[in-house]
Nanobody, 115 residues
Framework: QVQLVESGGGMVQAGGSLRLSCAASGNTNNINVIGWYRQTPGKQRELVATISNGGTINYAASVKGRFTISRDNAKNTVYLQMNSLKPEDTAVYYC?????????WGRGTQVTVSS
């Protein structure tokens, strides 16, 4: 089992920045991909950014150039630095981990960007 705990969400004005963190605990030896998804009411959860065990990074087109994902393997933590935030970035952000046998999700952290 793996537990994911997100932190760092909040409210910010458009153009501002936030940094999300996701700490993984439990059986973290078998990680393929870790990263972030987001969801707004009435919409499907969508990929924001992921980073593979080999370091391959994938961004949604809507965040490329503004968001940066990084990973600290020693701390089992993944970060999402979000710059130049827009009102359309408002969502609940979920940490995601794809392991050898299961997928895991955090409980989510709210990000609200006001115009």
């Amino acid at each position: 089992q793996v537990q994911l705990v997100e932190s760092g969400g909040g409210m910010v004005q458009a153009g501002g920045s936030l940094r999300l963190s996701c700490a993984a605990s439990g059986n973290t030896n078998n990680i393929n991909v870790i990263g972030w998804y987001r969801q707004t009411p009435g919409k499907q959860r969508e990929l924001v950014a992921t980073i593979s065990n080999g370091g391959t990074i994938n961004y949604a087109a809507s965040v490329k150039g503004r968001f940066t994902i990084s990973r600290d393997n020693a701390k089992n933590t993944v970060y999402l630095q979000m710059n130049s935030l827009k009102p359309e970035d408002t969502a609940v952000y979920y940490c995601y981990l794809n392991g050898w046998f299961n997928n895991y999700w955090g409980r989510g952290t709210q990000v609200t960007v006001s115009s």
